[in-house]
C-alpha cells in the first residue's frame, strides 16, 4: 500500500520560508514522478512542482519559479519543497503525489495515483 505523509506546513510572514517533506513508503515502481500540488480557499487545485523519481529536470509552475525548489532523497524515500521568499498567494494547502509513467512536466494532464492528506501553509502579509 502506497502512502505519502507530508509535514512541514505552518504559518509564515511574508518574505519568509518553509520546508516541505513527504515520506513516501510502499512506491516499489523504480521510475515515475513526484509532485507537489496546492489547493487555496475557492480555487482550483494547481501544480507546484514536479520531479522524476530517476534522474531527469524538474519542473515548477510559473507562479513559484526562482522561489521554491523541489528535490528528493531516494534513499530515504522523502520529497522536498524548499520555498522561499513567500507571498500571501502561497496560502494554500500543500498535498504531494505520485504516480508511475513519464511526462513530468505534465503537471495538470496526466492524472497522479497517490496522495497525501495535506499540510497547510499560511502565508501573512
Known amino acids: 500500500q502506497v502512502q505519502l505523509v507530508e509535514s512541514g506546513g505552518g504559518s509564515v510572514q511574508a518574505g519568509g520560508s518553509l520546508r516541505l517533506s513527504c515520506v513516501v513508503s510502499?512506491?516499489?515502481?523504480?521510475?515515475?514522478?513526484l509532485g507537489w500540488f496546492r489547493r487555496a480557499p475557492e480555487k482550483e487545485r494547481e501544480g507546484v512542482a514536479t520531479i522524476y523519481i530517476g534522474d531527469g529536470p524538474t519542473f515548477y509552475a510559473d507562479s513559484v519559479k526562482g522561489r521554491f525548489t523541489i528535490s528528493r532523497d531516494n534513499a530515504n524515500n522523502t520529497l522536498y519543497l524548499q520555498m522561499n521568499s513567500l507571498k500571501a498567494e502561497d496560502t494554500a494547502m500543500y498535498y504531494c503525489?505520485?504516480?508511475?509513467?513519464?511526462?513530468?512536466?505534465?503537471?495538470?494532464?496526466?492524472?497522479?495515483?497517490?496522495w497525501g492528506q495535506g499540510t497547510q501553509v499560511t502565508v501573512s502579509s
Open positions: 510502499g512506491y516499489t515502481y523504480s521510475s515515475g514522478c
Open positions: 503525489a505520485a504516480r508511475s509513467g513519464y511526462y513530468c512536466y505534465e503537471m495538470a494532464r496526466l492524472p497522479y495515483t497517490y
